[in-house]
Every structure is written in structure tokens, then in C-alpha cells.
């Protein structure tokens, strides 16, 4: 197999915390079931590194974008984003590029909780298809407010246990800071 | 009200009333990692602070998707896993035992009633035994190495309702396939399926796991059959446990109830590239196959492999087919060779390749070139899965797979 990696052993990376607000990102637009294979091929599995795994982002599905993503981009999808392979290098490939926000109408649950835990914002916002390939986003989290090309859609809070993870930078950093885990402790949905 | 199986799990395990759509830090019976998503499992749970993980007997650590390596980065992962495992005192299957889903269930490592986590999408497979097992990500698995617990939010259930009786050459593939048209590739996200009626109870163990296995391809978190005699007298020497009821009340809230009948049941084939596509095996036969793929967690039972040795007969594969047969663990593998079918595969034409995730990895062997076409007993159809994004997989059931492999063309596995 040929492979563009250098280091197989995962880096210490620790990510930062997604954006609550973000103004003028870039969108690049898919459509509906876009899985983590079309995200990430399967042969680019052994490369851990975000920056190395972005390289090979969307690779054979939208070759301009591993070419042209910039940081601060945003990838927006239809429905079932994310869906298939439970393979944390969608979320990682995603980061490596520099896009820290994914909005899309439904998120696959794995690739949803995967996001979050590494530090990629997934946004729900059931009018993202009419989101267009190329638009500016400005984007208020808080509010639940995205704005593309001066058209305003709603979006959906995340769910409150999983607000806590985001506010600490990913789950890596939650951890860190849990003092005991509330084994059989229910939390509010 | 009553409950559905999947709350009645999380309610034994906690000790409390735990409803659909809670929230709940759960205990952890069984965490599965394998060589793609292991490493960074087990770099997450450095990250976290981990020095030991919270119960060595419980990890279950196994190389299956690039066996042997492919690739000095694949052997890498392999070495940094090995040194884990014996780090730790965790008992390491490394390369010799086959696809994690099936390994699991044989060794016993799944019992009903538990709760079991893995790196793997398909980890969905292991409620054919009663469990409530579910696909997780690398960190969620760091964070379970280190706690043995993690958050879930219990999902309602499906139930899906099944009769009559499978006609010749029609089983639980072409079941499954045919329920995820019915909902769609996201027509269970965030739920379980119960796979349940009198065509389950009478279903073999390999054929619940096909079911379940492919929970995950509409979204499910899980799915589960649950126990009975066919599952206790699995479980015979694979745990030291007494058998127990456990099953969902009649009264139990679904999200919602579907019913299905196997008795008119065509052959199903899933086109390009989507799973929720599948398609009676008369509306694409005559398609043009390049390789046939048998195997995977899937399919890769010495049943599924026993099936299309059946279809296989005395004829040859087609030479113009690359047929691809892997026994999806070493005791399916002994099966399949003390049966003599393997013998046979090999004498009509196949490769029959040692226990492994094979094609359906997308990376290791086995890829497509552009313009080329799988036929395949896996679970995924998506573009670029098994190799270029300009080829396109079919799924279908082994009788299918093997029909089509001695014609060349997607062919009912009745007609040949």
C-alpha cells in the first residue's frame, strides 16, 4: 500500500475548542449519506495525524478540497452526515484542514459523538440544504443563528450532557478534569 | 408500562428505572479494539491520564483489518498495540483468530444482558446473543479503557416483526437488505432494532448475527435478538453462566412496529452506493461482475460459506471473476476446511484467503479499479469502499454471491 505518512503512532495533539461565533467561512457544500469512507478512504487509516489524514480529505469524492480547504472553512452536508465507519479520522481529517464547524440537517450518531469528542462542532440545522456550495457563513451558536449569504436559518441546540464536553475542548480534556465518574448516574438529555 | 429489552439492559446494570431517551453513565462489560482504531484508543487513554485500564479481563484487543501487515505503517500499529497488550496484561488475539464481531461472539467475549463497546461500527453484531453492544469512536473508547463506563443516551426501539417461512435460497441477507429499504439508511439513528417473531425464533445464530450486524447501516445504535434456547445453547462453552429470561413486555413503548413476511422473498441486491437500495435479484441480474467477495463479519460464517458451496455444486467459477472466499474467524475456517469446501472453492477457481476484514476494508487487498464492479456478501456499498470511487459493490447473500460468481453476471442463485 502506498502511504503518505511518516509517523504511524498518533500525535499528542490537544484540539482546540470549537467557535461559538465564526464570521465569513467558506462553505463547502455536500449533499445526503456522505460517510466517513467518502470523508476519509480506508487505505489512509493507519495515518493518525490531522494535518497528514486532511491531505487525503474527501480524496476520489471532491478532489479540490483537500487541495483548496483553508482554516476557518466549513463543511456543510444534507442528511445522515457522517454516517458508516466509526473511524475517528473523519472528525480528525476534517480538523487537519483546519475546519472546525460541520453543519448539516441530521449527523450519523458515531461521526456526531466522534466530532465532539475531538473538537469538531457538529451544528444541526434542518434547512442546510439550502446552504450553497461557496457561501460565507457567519455563524452564532449561542443565538442559534447561521447566516449564509445574508439568508438566516435556524439551528439546533446540542444535547445539554453533551454541551459539557464541548465547553471543556473534547473529551480528552473532560476527563482530565472528572474528579469520579457518576457510574449509573442519570444526566438531563 | 413495560419496557423494551434495551431498558430493561440498562436497568438491571444500573439498579434503577432507566427509560428511553435518558442519559445515563453506564458500566462496560466488554470494550473491543482492533488495529485501526486501537492506537488512537489507546493514545486517547494515555491523554486522559490512564496508566492501567479498569479491568484487563474485559478489553478485548485483536488485529483483523490489515493482517498481516500490509504496510510498515500497518506494522507499526501492530507493534504499539502488541506492547499495550502486554503492558497491561491484556490478553492479545493479535493476528491468528479472525474478524473482531465474529471472534467476539465465539470466544464468548458478549453474553446476554451485557453491555459491550468497540472501536467498530459493526460491534452492533453481538446483540444476535441479547446483548446491547454498540460502535463507538476512539476517544469515547480511551475514555471507557480508563473508566469502564461511558455515556449513553438509551435509545428507543424498533421492532421489527418477522413471519413466514424463508423460501429456498432466501435468508436473513436478503432479510436484512430488504428491511434497511424499508427504513432507510437513517430511519433508525439513535434507536435499536429488535429483531423478533416466530421466523427469528427459529433462526440460526449466524443468521442473527447478519441481522444485527447491519443495525448500523440505518443508523441504528443497536440491534438484538433476544435470548432464547437457540442463544443459551450458544453460549455452552463460551461462558459459564445460567441461563436467564429477558426480553421485552408486551406492553413496551416502541418508536415503532414493523412487520415483515419471508415467505414471497426474492433474493435481495443492494445497488451502488448506498445500503437502503436493495432490489429483487431479477432487477439486476445480468449486471457484469469482476470480483466476488464471500467473507466479512457479515458473512463469513461457516454457514454463509456452506450455503454457497451448496449453490457452487459440481460447476467452476467463472474465469473471468475473481472470486474472493475468507472464513470470517480460524474455528469458521477449520469448519469450512474439515468440511471440505474449502478444497472446493479452491479446485472451481476461488482464492480462499486466511481469516481477516479483506476487501471490504477498502485498503488492504482485494481494491477495484476504475469502471470495475464487486459483488459482495460485506455490509457496505458505499463509493471508494472497496477501492476506486469509480467502482461500484453490489451486496447480496452468499447463495447470491456464489450464482454469481459461476456465471459472471448477478444471477438468482435459483437458477443456476
Redesign the interface.
Known amino acids: 500500500?502506498i502511504?503518505a505518512?511518516k509517523?504511524?503512532?498518533?500525535v499528542?495533539k490537544?484540539v482546540k475548542i470549537p467557535p461559538q461565533t465564526a464570521q465569513n467561512m467558506r462553505v463547502w457544500k455536500f449533499g445526503d449519506?456522505i460517510?466517513t469512507?467518502?470523508i476519509i478512504?480506508?487505505?489512509?487509516?493507519?495515518?493518525?495525524d490531522p494535518k497528514e489524514l486532511s491531505k487525503h480529505a474527501f480524496?476520489?469524492?471532491r478532489d479540490e478540497y483537500a487541495k483548496k480547504v483553508k482554516a476557518g472553512d466549513i463543511v456543510v452536508g444534507g442528511?445522515?452526515f457522517g454516517?458508516?465507519?466509526?473511524?475517528?479520522?473523519a472528525p480528525l481529517a476534517l480538523i487537519g484542514g483546519g475546519v472546525n464547524v460541520v453543519v448539516a440537517q441530521?449527523f450519523?450518531?458515531?461521526f456526531f459523538?466522534?466530532s465532539v469528542?475531538?473538537g469538531v462542532l457538529p451544528v444541526v440545522c434542518k434547512d442546510a440544504d439550502k446552504i450553497a456550495d461557496g457561501a460565507k457563513i457567519s455563524l452564532n451558536i449561542k443565538k442559534g443563528i447561521i447566516d449564509a449569504d445574508g439568508k438566516q436559518f435556524k439551528t439546533e441546540p446540542v444535547?445539554e450532557?453533551m454541551q459539557g464536553i464541548i465547553d471543556a475542548g473534547?473529551?480528552?480534556e473532560y476527563?482530565?478534569k472528572l474528579k469520579e465518574?457518576?457510574?449509573?448516574?442519570?444526566?438531563?438529555? | 408500562m413495560g419496557a423494551t429489552i434495551v431498558e430493561k439492559i440498562f436497568s438491571k446494570k444500573c439498579g434503577n428505572d432507566i427509560r428511553a431517551g435518558e442519559v445515563v453513565m453506564a458500566p462496560i462489560d466488554g470494550a473491543m479494539i482492533h488495529d485501526i482504531t486501537g492506537p488512537l484508543a489507546i493514545q486517547k487513554f494515555y491523554e486522559m491520564g490512564g496508566s492501567k485500564v479498569f479491568d484487563t479481563e474485559q478489553v478485548i484487543l485483536l488485529f483483523d483489518h490489515q493482517i498481516p501487515a500490509d504496510s510498515i505503517p500497518a506494522a507499526e500499529n501492530h507493534v504499539y498495540m502488541r506492547k499495550f497488550a502486554a503492558e497491561q496484561g491484556i490478553y492479545n488475539y493479535d493476528i491468528n483468530e479472525g474478524v473482531c464481531h465474529q471472534v467476539v461472539l465465539e470466544k464468548g467475549r458478549a453474553a446476554p444482558g451485557e453491555i459491550v463497546v468497540g472501536a467498530d461500527s459493526h460491534t452492533c453484531m453481538y446483540g444476535a446473543v441479547g446483548a446491547f453492544a454498540t460502535g463507538i469512536g476512539s476517544t469515547d473508547m480511551g475514555f471507557v479503557l480508563k473508566y469502564g463506563a461511558l455515556y449513553f443516551k438509551v435509545p428507543e426501539t424498533i421492532r421489527a416483526e418477522v413471519s413466514g417461512k424463508f423460501p429456498e435460497r432466501v435468508g436473513a441477507k436478503d432479510l436484512i437488505l430488504s428491511i434497511a429499504a424499508d427504513i432507510g439508511a437513517d430511519g433508525a439513528t439513535y434507536q435499536a432494532i429488535e429483531f423478533a417473531g416466530k421466523t427469528i425464533s427459529k433462526l440460526d445464530m449466524a443468521g442473527r448475527m447478519t441481522l444485527c450486524n447491519m443495525a448500523i447501516e440505518m443508523g441504528g445504535k443497536a440491534g438484538i435478538v433476544a435470548p432464547d434456547k437457540i442463544t443459551w445453547e450458544y453460549m455452552k462453552g463460551r461462558r459459564k453462566m445460567k441461563s436467564f429470561e429477558l426480553g421485552s413486555d408486551e406492553d413496551a413503548k416502541y418508536a415503532s412496529k414493523r412487520t415483515y413476511n419471508v415467505s414471497d422473498m426474492e433474493p435481495q441486491v443492494a445497488i451502488p452506493h448506498n445500503v437502503d437500495t436493495g432490489v429483487p435479484v431479477s432487477k439486476v441480474a445480468g449486471t457484469h461482475v469482476d470480483q466476488v467477495f464471500i467473507g466479512s463479519c457479515t458473512n463469513g460464517r461457516f454457514e454463509d460459506l456452506e450455503e454457497a458451496a451448496e449453490v457452487l455444486g459440481k460447476k467452476k467459477f467463472n474465469r473471468n471473476v475473481r472470486v474472493i472466499i475468507i472464513p470470517a474467524s480460524r474455528d469458521e475456517y477449520l469448519k469450512t476446511l474439515k468440511a471440505g469446501l474449502i478444497e472446493k472453492f479452491v479446485k472451481a477457481g476461488a482464492l480462499v484467503e486466511a481469516p481477516c476484514c479483506g476487501p471490504c476494508m477498502g485498503g488492504a487487498f482485494g481494491l477495484l479499479a476504475p469502471g470495475e464492479v464487486s459483488l459482495s456478501t460485506s455490509n457496505r456499498n458505499f463509493k471508494g469502499r472497496q477501492g476506486s470511487t469509480e467502482g461500484k459493490v453490489y451486496l447480496c447473500s452468499p447463495a447470491t454471491a456464489a450464482a454469481s460468481a459461476i456465471t459472471g453476471v448477478i444471477t438468482d442463485p435459483r437458477e443456476v
Not at chain 1, 509517523?7 to 498518533?10: A, E, G, L, N
Not at chain 1, 478512504?41 to 493518525?48: D, V
Not at chain 1, 465518574?181 to 438529555?189: D, E, L, W
Open positions: 500500500m502511504m505518512v509517523k504511524s503512532v498518533p499528542k490537544v449519506d460517510d469512507d467518502a478512504p480506508g487505505r489512509f487509516l493507519t495515518i493518525y480524496e476520489g469524492t442528511r445522515n454516517c458508516g465507519s466509526s473511524r475517528e479520522h441530521s450519523a450518531r458515531i459523538r466522534n469528542n475531538v444535547p450532557f473534547g473529551l480528552v476527563a482530565k465518574v457518576p457510574v449509573c448516574t442519570k444526566s438531563r438529555a
